[in-house]
C-alpha cells in the first residue's frame, strides 16, 4: 500500500515537468506542455492506486469488527471522498500559488507519507494481531 502511494505520488512529478514546458505571456500561452506528461501522471496514479486500494479494502474487511466491517468500509469511501473535496480546493489554491508548487507538494508529501509508513511497517504488523498470518495458513489448508 506504501508503494502504491509513492508511485501515486511520482505521477505528480510528471505534471511538475509539463509546468515547466508550458510558457506564458501576458496570460497567453505561447508553449504548451507536451501530452506524454499527463499519459505518464495518469499511468503512475493509476498503477498507485492499483496497489493501494485492493489492500487498503482488504485490511479493513479483516481487521475490522465483523459487526462494524460496513461502517468501516463506508468511513475508507467518505475518507475518499474527503480527499476528493481536497484536491478540489488544491485546485483553487493552485490559481494563487502556482501549479509547480502544488504538483511539487502533492508528490513529495505521498513520497515522504509512503516512506513514513514502509518505515513503520513493523508496528503496524503488530497491530493486525496475526491477521495476515491466519489468512496465509487458512490458505495453505484449503
Known amino acids: 500500500m506504501a508503494v502504491g502511494v509513492i508511485i501515486m505520488g511520482w505521477?505528480?512529478?510528471f505534471m511538475t515537468m509539463a509546468t515547466m514546458e508550458v510558457e506564458e505571456v501576458n496570460g497567453e500561452?505561447?508553449?504548451?506542455?507536451s501530452?506524454?506528461?499527463l499519459v505518464l501522471a495518469y499511468l503512475f496514479h493509476t498503477v498507485g492506486e492499483l496497489c493501494a486500494s485492493?489492500?487498503?479494502?482488504?485490511?479493513i474487511t479483516k481487521l475490522a469488527p465483523?459487526?462494524?466491517a460496513s461502517l468501516m468500509m463506508g468511513t475508507y469511501f467518505a475518507a475518499t471522498g474527503f480527499?476528493?473535496?481536497l484536491a478540489g480546493s488544491l485546485g483553487?489554491?493552485?490559481?494563487?500559488?502556482?501549479?509547480?508548487?502544488?504538483?511539487?507538494g502533492i508528490a513529495i508529501f505521498c513520497t515522504l507519507f509512503g516512506v513514513i509508513v514502509i518505515a513503520m511497517l513493523?508496528?503496524?504488523k503488530r497491530l493486525t494481531h496475526g491477521a495476515e498470518d491466519s489468512l496465509e495458513e487458512e490458505l495453505v489448508t484449503h
Do not use: D, H, R
Not at 500561452?29 to 506542455?33: F, N, R, T, Y
Not at 485492493?54 to 485490511?59: D, E, G, I, R, T
Open 122 to 124: 513493523k508496528p503496524l
Open 35 to 37: 501530452m506524454i506528461w
Open 11 to 13: 505521477g505528480f512529478f
Open 83 to 85: 480527499g476528493n473535496k
Open 92 to 104: 483553487v489554491l493552485a490559481q494563487s500559488a502556482g501549479e509547480f508548487e502544488i504538483f511539487t
Open 66 to 68: 465483523v459487526k462494524y
Open 54 to 59: 485492493p489492500v487498503a479494502l482488504s485490511f
Open 29 to 33: 500561452v505561447l508553449q504548451k506542455a
